[in-house]
């Protein structure tokens, strides 16, 4: 069984640009997560989609936005880029019922 | 959110045991105690959660106080692939949503 799969696992910006990363959960799991993890930092919540709804929010600005499809698969977009938007951006995906999370690798994002 | 504290580090030597400690004196009762553990380069990997009761799984067990104020991850034999961020986090029942801090970094030295 596919785990959760991240693409691209790589981008480069610079800054004011805008960053589209995919994410793509485990079949069955309709639960996705968004984490940014600076370096050396830990994770931080960015946001959280179930059914095809935004139901949490982690305390950044605006500009980071997502979407989950009917397929339940997520997109998250950065706006505008900062510096400090590098960092590596985490997905995970989980069943409706709280329980064990599934971390994909990652998208690090480097903005120039 | 309910905070968790940990150490920064620890190390242990191959094949022995590793107790990873956590406190979380602000605890409540819907929380429940989940451990995830980062290696290099990769997501972190679920490993061990609980409720009141310690759990055991093929991985590690969990041994919670009884105030459950605090918390310990047993590794029982530890390796050299053992060797990642460890993050004790607090789950509410009723939200989905996981906080990770800042973690122990486990050395296993050969």
């Known amino acids: 069984e596919a785990g959760v799969t991240q693409s691209p696992t790589h981008l480069i910006k610079t800054r004011g640009q805008q960053a589209t990363l995919r994410c793509s959960p485990i079949?069955?799991?309709?639960?996705v997560y968004w984490y940014q993890q600076a370096l050396g930092l830990g994770l931080q919540f960015l946001l959280w989609?179930?059914?095809?709804?935004?139901?949490n929010r982690g305390n950044f600005p605006p500009r980071f936005s997502g979407r989950q499809f009917p397929n339940y698969s997520s997109e998250l977009n950065v706006n505008a880029l900062e510096l400090e938007d590098s960092a590596l951006y985490l997905c995970?995906?989980?069943?409706?019922?709280?329980?064990?999370?599934?971390f994909g690798s990652g998208t690090q994002l480097s903005v120039l | 959110d309910a905070k968790t504290t940990q150490p920064n580090s620890m190390e242990s030597n191959e094949e022995e045991p590793v107790h990873l400690p956590c406190n979380h004196s602000?605890?409540?009762?819907?929380?429940?105690i989940h451990w995830y553990r980062q290696l290099p380069s990769q997501g972190p990997e679920y490993v061990i959660h609980?409720?009141?009761s310690n759990v055991n799984n093929r991985m590690a067990s969990l041994a919670i106080a009884e105030d459950r104020k605090s918390s310990t991850l047993i590794l029982h034999r530890a390796t050299l692939r053992d060797a990642a961020v460890y993050y004790c986090?607090?789950?509410?029942?009723?939200?989905?949503?996981?906080?990770f801090g800042a973690g122990t970094t486990v050395t296993v030295r050969a």
């Open positions: 995970a995906s989980s069943l409706r019922v709280p329980g064990k999370l599934f």
């Open positions: 079949s069955g799991h309709t639960s």
């Open positions: 989609y179930d059914e095809g709804e935004e139901r």
């Open positions: 602000t605890i409540s009762g819907t929380d429940y």
């Open positions: 609980g409720l009141t």
């Open positions: 986090i607090l789950r509410d029942g009723n939200d989905y949503k996981l906080s």
